[in-house]
């Protein structure tokens, strides 16, 4: 078995990058009316956002003004706020519902997945 060496990585041109984005969006139908390059930036900067990434480290990133990034990538929604409000630590990532610790008792999951045992 020959072991080949790993291919070097070449970057894309923008006219490819944007050209692949294009056709992995038209493949199944969707379409969008943002341009095809910045389709991610939205979703990775609210994803950053969401694990308690700074707003600044977040607009650093991604290299946008304060306007940018708050008019067209982030939520207008006071994270830390809205956390606290809702009985959340405002940082960290240590978000769970009580509930989803509790063990049912075994005759209401038989009752609920009458096929549990199988």
Request: glycine share 6%; net charge positive.
């Amino acid at each position: 078995m020959e072991i080949k060496p790993p291919r070097q990585a070449q970057e894309s041109s923008y006219s490819s990058h944007r050209e692949s984005i294009g056709k992995a969006l038209s493949s199944p139908g969707i379409r969008s009316n943002k341009k095809k390059t910045h389709i991610n930036c939205g979703p990775l900067a609210r994803m950053a956002g969401n694990v308690c990434a700074n707003v600044d480290q977040i607009r650093r990133q991604g290299q946008w003004n304060n306007t940018t990034i708050s008019g067209a990538y982030l939520t207008n929604l006071p994270r830390e706020m809205v956390r606290l409000m809702t009985g959340f630590p405002t940082l960290g990532r240590f978000f769970y519902f009580a509930r989803a610790a509790l063990n049912p008792p075994t005759s209401l999951s038989m009752k609920l997945f009458p096929a549990i045992d199988e």
